[in-house]
């Protein structure tokens, strides 16, 4: 498997409802300026709003780390959301689908997983909870 090399970062706290429009905006340029096509680019920021709206839902907010990757010749965006919530006590069953603890945009994460290439989940109760979500560019 070939490494992915992080070309470009940005950390941004999300920790209000007011921070999530800012957040999108921002996941959208980076999309753009990697060329990412418009299917793709609503499928990241679909997956990305769900996944902030759970962070400030059941983390009390956090931050996300919003990454140009790249992989030989082809560029994705990886973002990370961290929070220091309560954390998921079952992560395969907050993985089925249909499973929901509130009123999100239904998706829940086994929606959000399918909308990206690449998707990992840790937490820990008591700690908190680490989504990663990777899109490529074309793919």
């Known amino acids: ?3 992915t090399i992080s070309l470009n970062k940005d950390n941004m706290p999300v920790t209000r409802e007011q921070d999530v429009v800012p957040f999108r ?3 959208k340029e980076y ?3 990697i060329k990412m096509g418009l299917v793709n680019q609503t499928k990241l920021i679909t997956a990305a709003s769900e996944l902030v709206r759970n962070m ?4 009390n907010g956090g931050e996300v780390l919003i990454e140009v ?3 030989g010749r082809d560029n994705g965006i990886r973002l990370t959301f961290s929070d220091n919530g309560p954390g998921i ?3 395969a069953l907050a993985l089925k689908d249909g499973f929901s603890t509130g009123k999100s945009l ?3 994460l ?3 997983k399918r909308l990206v290439n690449e998707f990992d989940i840790k937490s820990e109760v008591g700690k908190g909870t680490k989504v990663t979500i990777l899109k490529w560019a074309n793919g």
């Open 1 to 3: 498997m070939m490494t």
């Open 25 to 27: 905006s921002r996941v």
């Open 31 to 33: 999309a753009v300026k």
């Open 56 to 59: 400030l839902r059941y983390g």
């Open 69 to 71: 990757v790249s992989r």
């Open 89 to 91: 006590p079952d992560i």
């Open 106 to 108: 239904g998706l829940g």
């Open 110 to 112: 086994p929606g959000t």
